[in-house]
């Protein structure tokens, strides 16, 4: 009997893991960005068409010397709420694409590690057609799983990657959580960082929150491990959470960050 109700949970886990997975993983939002949200945030969409855009950036017109940023945020809120990472970056010379996801901010699609990808492709092909080289992928939480995917995936030169607050592989996080479920069976994405880096030439910087309390920061630590060696250099920083680091850095860490990723732009 015991055989029976496992194999039976087996199949209904095999049956429903793509809704499973998604219910944990995606919270998007259809809430498209109106001209008042985007006045106050200083933004305007980029890329946009009649009913579709590619993300958000700085209303303004700053020089960008040192190249574009398209940054990929976490799974939670939206392009929109990433504006913080604006002032940093602008100052030290770039610009900065917001991309949003599929699903999320009103855009169209669907979610998921295909279409997520699909989507990140097409922005860093716009992004590099419209503002050439050099080009910088980064990533927030699950937008680190994105980047690091669209990295092992595009022929766009990408000049080096800043992963904010990652996860090794999305199965490993999910071992972690759900150590009594097989979540091979319940995963229908990988998000395997590890593995779409592994060729990756140029620098990536890995950013560790000390008290992750989402993302435990050994997730972060065994993708550096991971990485191949030589160019790669690990932050963690200490005090801080999965959504509150901000508060525990400054300027200094952006230019630090920024300092390491650009040196191949630079030799």
Not at 43 to 60: F, H, P
Not at 165 to 187: C, E, G, N, Q, R
């Amino acid at each position: 009997m015991r055989t029976v109700l496992i194999i039976i949970l087996i199949a209904v886990i095999s049956l429903g893991g793509c809704n499973m997975q998604n219910r944990f993983l995606y919270f998007p939002s259809a809430e498209w960005p109106t001209e008042r949200m985007l006045e106050y945030e200083k933004m305007k969409l980029w890329a946009a068409v009649t009913d579709d855009y590619q993300g958000l950036v700085s209303a303004g017109d700053a020089p960008a010397p040192n190249g574009t940023i398209v940054l990929f945020h976490g799974n939670g809120g939206t392009a929109l709420d990433r504006g913080f990472y604006l002032k940093p970056f602008t100052n030290l010379g770039f610009r900065v694409i917001l991309a949003e996801y599929p699903k999320y901010g009103g855009r169209p699609g669907k979610v998921g590690e295909k279409h997520f990808v699909a989507d990140g492709r097409k922005t860093i092909r716009l992004a590099h057609e419209q503002y050439g080289d050099p080009l910088y992928l980064a990533g927030e939480s699950l937008g680190c799983g994105v980047a690091a995917a669209i990295a092992g995936q595009t022929s766009v030169p990408v000049a080096g990657i800043i992963l904010i607050t990652p996860w090794d592989t999305l199965a490993s996080v999910a071992k972690s959580l759900f150590p009594f479920l097989p979540v091979k069976l319940v995963l229908t994405d990988k998000y395997d960082s590890i593995e779409n880096l592994k060729s990756f030439q140029h620098h990536i910087a890995v950013i560790g929150a000390e008290r992750d309390e989402i993302l435990p920061v050994n997730h972060a630590i065994n993708l550096y491990n991971a990485l191949p060696e030589g160019r790669k250099r690990l932050w963690i920083i200490k005090g801080a959470g999965h959504n509150d680091w901000p508060m525990f850095t400054d300027v200094s860490l952006f230019k630090e960050i920024i300092d390491f990723v650009k040196i191949d732009v630079h030799q």
